[in-house]
């Protein structure tokens, strides 16, 4: 079975530790995505990567960055973790061009719950 | 660019009544629709796809969705709501001449009410 790892499912970090969450796919996608989720806003996109060493912004940006060195691992980072960055983080990916019937749109991990304290 | 509604921030139905989870959407070319389902402190789960064919399309867990493309609209169904069903539902839409982005709804909370 295909399958998004996220390292974590619970952490808690102090106010202004450099925080990273680590997001591992074993499906050979291109696309990688984070996201986080919090009550009534549904999901906002972070950043995402098209292919190893590219990222691009999303829609909110501010406070984070991303590595991606190789084609399966997804990194998010938080340089200095602050208590409005509390939320669930998830991370996706999907193929390239994905057409027709092979479509399956993304595949998400189980989520990082992160605190920050 | 590409948009989703779900005007429902809560459906509430009582188990074994049918179920209806509203999603709209908006694209300027031909869509790739989605529906995940979210599990309390899980990841996304894929539910179905309206892709191309038939305008009704069959997913897990006996869930069902009719794209419209009059309406705009990709409505989620079941016939007999459980109350394992209760959960966070997302609509999801692509545009097919408009790269890889899929964009998301706000979710709507589904309460099955034994």
């Known amino acids: 079975d295909v399958k998004v790892t996220q390292s974590s499912r619970y952490l808690v970090k102090r106010t202004g530790e450099k925080v990273f969450l680590e997001c591992v796919q074993d499906?050979?996608?291109?696309?990688m995505f984070w996201y986080r989720q919090d009550p009534g806003l549904g999901l906002r996109l972070i950043y995402f990567?098209?292919?190893?060493?590219?990222?691009e912004k999303g829609d909110i940006p501010e406070g984070y960055s991303v590595s991606r060195e190789k084609k399966e691992r997804f990194s998010l980072i938080l340089e200095s973790a602050s208590t409005n960055q509390t939320s669930m983080y998830l991370c996706a990916s999907s193929l390239l061009g994905q057409g027709g019937r092979r479509n399956y749109g993304y595949t998400f991990g189980s989520g990082t719950r992160l605190t920050v304290v | 660019a590409q948009s989703v509604a779900q005007p429902e921030d809560q459906v509430n139905v009582a188990e074994g009544n049918p179920l209806t989870v509203k999603c709209t959407y908006s694209v300027s070319g031909n869509p790739y629709l989605f529906w995940y389902v979210q599990y309390p402190n899980r990841g996304l789960q894929f539910l179905l796809k309206y892709i191309t064919g038939d305008n009704l399309v069959k997913g897990s867990y006996g869930f069902e969705a009719e794209f419209n493309k009059s309406q705009t609209s990709f409505h989620l169904k079941k016939p007999s709501a459980l109350v394992s069903d209760s959960a966070l539902y997302f609509c999801?839409?692509?545009?097919?001449?408009?790269?890889?982005?899929?964009?998301f709804g706000g979710g709507t909370r589904l309460m099955v009410k034994p």
């Open positions: 999801a839409v692509r545009d097919r001449n408009a790269g890889n982005m899929l964009t």
């Open positions: 990567s098209y292919d190893v060493k590219m990222k």
């Open positions: 499906m050979d996608h291109e696309n």
